[in-house]
């Protein structure tokens, strides 16, 4: 079973940058598409951005586009560690953030997978990390 721990958030002034990362234990990330999701009390859960290991680039909201990228780590054969850097950081990007993961079965698959929307649609979920923006 695929355990996700997220880490690296913190306070930071606006204008600052962060990276927050998603590390898996259990099984790797091989075969799932991962999610960086973030919630601010009262507002629904807002899907960031979807990795799969096997496309080029990652799937970004308009949101964080342009501010936001996504990169893996590999500890020896395995990618188990998917990080999230936060640049230019305002005060709407105050929220706590959330990685969650989903089984997309094979490499074509996975290349082709389209990345729920829904925080409850990804199978395994990891506990969240507060980010807060001051300006």
């Known amino acids: 079973q695929l355990q996700l721990v997220e880490s690296g958030g913190g306070s930071v002034q606006a204008g600052g940058s962060l990276r927050l990362s998603c590390e898996a234990t259990?099984?790797?990330?091989?075969?799932?598409?991962i999610g960086w999701f973030r919630q601010v009390p009262g507002k629904e859960r807002e899907r960031i951005s979807c990795?799969?290991?096997?496309?080029?680039?990652?799937?970004?909201?308009d949101s964080v586009k342009g501010r936001f990228t996504t990169s893996t780590e590999t500890t020896g054969n395995y990618k188990n560690k998917l990080h999230l850097q936060m640049n230019n950081l305002t005060s709407d990007d105050t929220a706590t953030y959330y990685c969650a993961a989903v089984f997309c079965y094979s490499q074509n698959l996975c290349r082709e997978y389209v990345c729920p929307e829904g925080f409850d649609a990804y199978t395994y979920r990891g506990q969240g990390t507060q980010v807060a923006v001051s300006s």
């Open positions: 990795n799969t290991n096997f496309r080029d680039s990652a799937d970004l909201a």
């Open positions: 259990g099984p790797t990330f091989d075969y799932y598409a």
